[in-house]
């Protein structure tokens, strides 16, 4: 960052697609992205938290709403890039072909992106993949990765499993398991343990392919490379809300309380971190998940970056304007993840916009944490635009961002219809 502005892409990875992509955008279309614009002079490609859904379907179309924050989506592996594919057989090659073909007319289709059909095709292809004998030296890396994750992958490996066989809404399974700790869920692992290493070893290959797509970034010239989305909370149904509820408050959730863009205030169904308890495991849960994902990034952007200071709780069963802040050790929060950046040689951005303190991007901008700005919210008392110099610097500024309208659609006032037509309006439609 010493040496200047930098601008790069800012793309949702699902909905970028290529002609060799299985219906939705991957990583290797994200490295041809990052290596294509660094010729451009672009040193970064932002994208889309990569946090991954559950992988029963139907899969949750929202990146924001994730089962977990540490591990990533396997839906973003290009299969054919796997090193084990080059060791197929003529019928293996075929099998796998066969399981993509019906996908690649969805490449340039412009309907709703079909997840469910392009994962449940992935996993099958995974399924032949993960029997391929590896080299010792592939088995020696997949085996140091399960060491340097240790009990949170294996926690996500058996709460896949658990998924498949029960549901992955970890409430109503037999309760038994519902302790991630119990008895019980040990002696599941052991009866499982191939399939849980299966999912396990979908989490490595996620892993090499985005190391493989920063390094390609880098040597074709970025400064950063990819630039990782960190979302606010998961869902409470999911692998870390199980694995974690520990440290996590049950009977409440996350959300936004009334504002001018949504005047009955906002639920976004995820469980937040319970301050105390969080303290009182030396804050490592959240230290590990922000090492998992700066391990292969240039920079990270932190999605309501407020809520390292304080969330809006909203208690279960009541409406989004009935709840309440509750503050966090936002120095805590702050300074282990400005700790974690800077061993990870990567920038943060917060993105700083709502209902903001006036203390708090002073001190976020201390601690060398970036800010936010966005055209539309960038202007003068009297309405007017402000003209790019005049806004505030050591920001990430752009055009527009992921739950803004895009631009043609603001020009066409599509917001102001959708709200209509979901009854998030308090006055007339035409008035807004």
């Known amino acids: 960052l010493q040496g200047g502005r930098f601008w790069g892409f800012m793309t949702q990875v699902y909905s970028m697609r290529s002609r060799r992509s299985w219906g939705t955008g991957d990583i290797i279309d994200l490295q041809d992205l990052a290596t294509w614009s660094a010729g451009l002079g672009a040193d970064h490609v932002l994208v889309n938290p990569l946090h991954a859904a559950s992988p029963v379907p139907p899969m949750e179309p929202s990146p924001y709403l994730p089962v977990t924050k540490r591990f990533a989506n396997p839906l973003y592996l290009r299969i054919e890039a796997i090193p084990e594919y080059d060791y197929l057989d003529e019928d293996g090659r075929a099998a796998i072909e066969g399981l993509a073909a019906p996908l690649r007319p969805m490449n340039t289709s412009a309907d709703l992106l079909d997840r469910d059909s392009a994962w449940a095709a992935k996993l099958k292809a995974l399924e032949i993949l993960y029997q391929v004998p590896r080299s010792p030296g592939r088995q020696a890396s997949l085996d140091a990765y399960c060491r340097l994750e240790g009990p949170g992958l294996v926690d996500w490996g058996v709460w896949c499993v658990l998924s498949e066989e029960f549901g992955d809404d970890w409430h109503e399974w037999p309760a038994e398991y519902q302790d991630p700790r119990s008895a019980a869920v040990a002696h599941f692992r052991d009866g499982h343990d191939d399939r849980v290493g299966f999912y396990m070893w979908q989490q490595w290959l996620v892993e090499e392919q985005l190391d493989g797509a920063q390094a390609a970034a880098e040597r074709a010239g970025m400064r950063a490379g990819l630039v990782h989305d960190l979302a606010v909370g998961v869902h409470g149904d999911g692998a870390d809300a199980w694995a974690l509820q520990s440290v996590m408050a049950q009977g409440v959730t996350v959300g936004a309380p009334p504002d001018m863009y949504n005047q009955m205030g906002q639920d976004w169904s995820q469980p937040p971190w319970r301050p105390d308890a969080l303290a009182?495991?030396?804050?490592?849960?959240?230290?590990?998940?922000?090492?998992?994902?700066?391990?292969?990034?240039?920079?990270?952007?932190?999605?309501?970056?407020?809520?390292?200071?304080?969330?809006?709780?909203?208690?279960?069963g009541m409406k989004p304007f009935h709840g309440t802040y509750v503050r966090f050790d936002h120095e805590a929060l702050v300074g282990i993840l400005v700790l974690e950046a800077q061993r990870a040689g990567a920038f943060v951005v917060g993105e700083d916009l709502g209902t903001v303190e006036d203390w708090i991007q002073d001190y976020l901008l201390h601690r060398g944490v970036m800010g936010t700005s966005i055209l539309c919210f960038e202007r003068h008392p009297n309405g007017d635009i402000r003209r790019p110099h005049e806004w505030r610097q050591h920001v990430l500024a752009s055009v527009t961002v992921h739950d803004l309208p895009p631009t043609s659609g603001y020009l066409a006032g599509e917001h102001v219809r959708i709200r209509a037509e979901l009854g998030l309006l308090t006055g007339s439609e035409e008035e807004e």
Not at 282 to 311: C, K, S
């Open 280 to 316: 009182e495991a030396g804050f490592l849960p959240y230290r590990d998940m922000l090492r998992t994902i700066l391990r292969h990034a240039g920079g990270i952007r932190v999605d309501h970056v407020l809520g390292l200071f304080r969330l809006w709780w909203v208690p279960e």
